[in-house]
């Protein structure tokens, strides 16, 4: 077990709606990733926070957004969702924002079916 | 920009038997490396990491040496159990600025008995 924690851990909707990934992470971090799981692009780094701001970009679609809250959790929103959004999401979390002494870790994952 | 670049398919291989999974990587500066293993159902977990060249990372009997001449981290193990089946990710980290992983596409491995 991590400690980082992630809810739902499925999730199966339509194509046009909208969802939200919930990410906790482990006590006494204070950066937040997301990744993507895909089988045809692999795994994406999306997003980082630190401390409530955001503090990197990947390769985050315009219909994703995310953020992070005072108490440290970060909800990952995807919207209009497309049959391709299908994917095992990941939150990951560490100590700091940089560094490679700041390791990540990670979450079980959040799998979403879009039908 | 990064990229990581794995061996392709999958790696099937009888318990006890030598494993090596290759991992080269395109980065500028001195990135920091690492291999992770994911479980099936589960999260990713680092294996182990080098943060420097000819750094060698080790746990639980697997090993890794950050090469810059080559562009290299393979991992190895000399005698594989059941208990490895996972796929394993090898990723950079930039040197600076960010800590973001860049994965590499991941190889599954199957012990068999």
């Known amino acids: 077990d991590s400690g980082v924690t992630q809810t739902p851990k499925h999730l199966i909707t339509a194509t046009g709606q909208r969802v939200t990934l919930r990410c906790s992470p482990r006590?006494?971090?204070?950066?937040v990733y997301w990744y993507q799981q895909s089988l045809d692009q692999g795994l994406q780094f999306l997003i980082q926070y630190y401390n409530g701001e955001e503090r990197a970009k990947g390769n985050i679609l315009e219909r994703f957004s995310a953020q992070q809250f005072p108490d440290l959790h970060s909800e990952l929103n995807l919207s209009s969702l497309e049959l391709g959004d299908s994917a095992l999401y990941f939150c990951?979390?560490?100590?700091?924002?940089?560094?490679?002494?700041?390791?990540?870790?990670f979450g079980p994952g959040t799998r979403l079916t879009v039908l | 920009g990064n990229s990581v670049t794995q061996m392709e398919g999958p790696v099937t291989l009888s318990e006890e038997a030598f494993l090596t999974i290759n991992c080269t990587y395109t980065?500028?500066?001195?990135?920091?490396l690492f291999w992770y293993v994911q479980y099936p159902g589960e999260g990713l977990q680092l294996l182990l990491k080098a943060t420097k060249a000819d750094d060698k990372g080790s746990n639980k009997g697997f090993e890794a040496t950050y090469r810059k001449e080559t562009t290299s981290f393979h991992l190895e193990k000399g005698s594989v159990q059941v208990s490895d089946s996972a796929v394993y990710f090898c990723?950079?980290?930039?040197?600076?600025?960010?800590?973001?992983?860049?994965f590499g596409k991941g190889n599954q491995v199957v012990v068999i008995p």
């Open positions: 006590s006494g971090d204070l950066s």
């Open positions: 980065a500028t500066g001195y990135p920091s």
């Open positions: 990951a979390s560490s100590v700091g924002p940089t560094g490679s002494y700041n390791e990540q870790f």
């Open positions: 990723a950079l980290s930039p040197s600076r600025g960010n800590n973001r992983l860049a």
